[in-house]
Nanobody, 117 residues
Framework: QVQLVESGGGLVQPGGSLRLSCVASTSAFGIYVMGWYRQAPGKQRELVAT???????NYAAAVKGRFTISRDNAKNTVYLQMNSLKPEDTAVYYC???????????WGKGTLVTVSS
């Protein structure tokens, strides 16, 4: 079982920045594809970005060029740097650790990001 703990959410004005962090309680951090997802009120959870152990990344079209995902395998931590935030980025952001080969996928409890003036 892997526990994921997110932090860094909060209230920010449009155009501002936030950095989310997610720490994983596992000695096998490197075997997981790490991802950030978000769920806005009344909407389904959606992919924001993913990062493989070697550093390859994927982004949703809505955040490409504004958000950056990164990971520190030595610290078992994945980050999401969010710049040029928009009101439509308001959501609960969830961290995910996935290894489809082993059939394992874990979720954090989420951290709320509110973009509002």
């Amino acid at each position: 079982q892997v526990q994921l703990v997110e932090s860094g959410g909060g209230l920010v004005q449009p155009g501002g920045s936030l950095r989310l962090s997610c720490v994983a309680s596992t000695s096998a951090f490197g075997i997981y594809v790490m991802g950030w997802y978000r769920q806005a009120p009344g909407k389904q959870r959606e992919l924001v970005a993913t990062i493989f152990s070697g550093g390859s990344t994927n982004y949703a079209a809505a955040v490409k060029g504004r958000f950056t995902i990164s990971r520190d395998n030595a610290k078992n931590t994945v980050y999401l740097q969010m710049n040029s935030l928009k009101p439509e980025d308001t959501a609960v952001y969830y961290c995910n650790a996935d290894n489809s080969f082993l059939g394992r996928s874990y979720w954090g409890k989420g951290t709320l990001v509110t973009v509002s003036s």
